[in-house]
């Protein structure tokens, strides 16, 4: 029995009523041009308005539609999360149900697949319809989260991506909170690609990235993927020790130069302070390397994804993986 189709696509919903027919029209267009099996696995992230409603009835009407109701509303990344962990297909393709990501790209996204790429990542060569504001500071978050995280994440990339079925069950395996899908993909590895695409307005409706949001995107993406932020304490620490060394006798120069009132009988506490604070600054960044590392035990992740297993039977790989190629959820 083998039902499983061959692709999966999964669109997060979020209030998104005036989007779905659009969306629904423009997947089946696209994906039957392939003349292979599909599915797409949308998830409704807590809508208020009528979006559930509608995907309920795609779905009634068309079996490849399927809808995973959330309680509530989780965020984008969950939702995203949620609708891979769905997913049944040999390679699965996130796409926003803004149709802000052209369904069409999908094919090309397949072709490479097709030619041995896991991951196929949509960058963003132009963004319509985004406000100046929005622009400036997406293209400097990238560059910064591409300057201090220790994973190369792909500048001007969303979650606009087609995964292979063993990155899908790798990224399954990893159960953090906070997740950066974009940085986890990246982490995992396998051959990974770009193609460059134009990002198109908004269909219909407003973005549901409001600043706040955008702000704690922009957290989770730094202290998922960075230790940069806890690093900068020792630097801090180490020109404050310095100066506190060359307080004396720079004060003591300044003094035979400007005279011996210069800063009357503050030299030893401004010495003793610069030295107390260097240590202090110290001692935090030891605490939080020590923290980095809980942070790090606590995520949980598989300590390696394997790509491929050669020369071994069955029975031979060892019992403590997490991911393997063959694994089944
Ligand atoms: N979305 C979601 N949950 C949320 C916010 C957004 O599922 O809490 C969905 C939304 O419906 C859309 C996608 O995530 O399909 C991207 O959101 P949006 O278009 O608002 O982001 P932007 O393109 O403005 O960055
Ligand atoms: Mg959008």
Redesign the pocket.
Known sequence: MNDRPRYSIV??????EG?IQNLYDRICQVMDSTGETWELVT?????RDRSFELLEALSKKDSRIKVVNFAR????Q???TAGLDYTSGEAAVV????L?DPPEMILEMIERWKAGYQVVYAVREQRKG?SWF?LMTAKMFYRVIYRITDVDIPLDT??FRLMDRKVVDALGAMREHNRFIRGMTSWIGFKQTGITYV?EA?EW?????PLR??VSFAMDAVTGFSYFPLQIMIYVSFILGVLAVLAIPIISVLRIILGSGFLGGQVTTIALLLMLSSFQLFFLFLMGQYVARIYDETRNRPLYIVATEVGFKREESPKTHEVTPETEK
Do not use: C, L
Request: proline residues 3%.
């Open positions: 669109a997060p919903i979020y209030n998104e989007n998830v409704n992230d807590g809508s509303n989780f965020g984008h969950i939702a995203v796409i926003d149900a803004d802000q985004e929005k969303g979650d990002r908004r409706g407003e973005t549901k990235y949001k955008m």
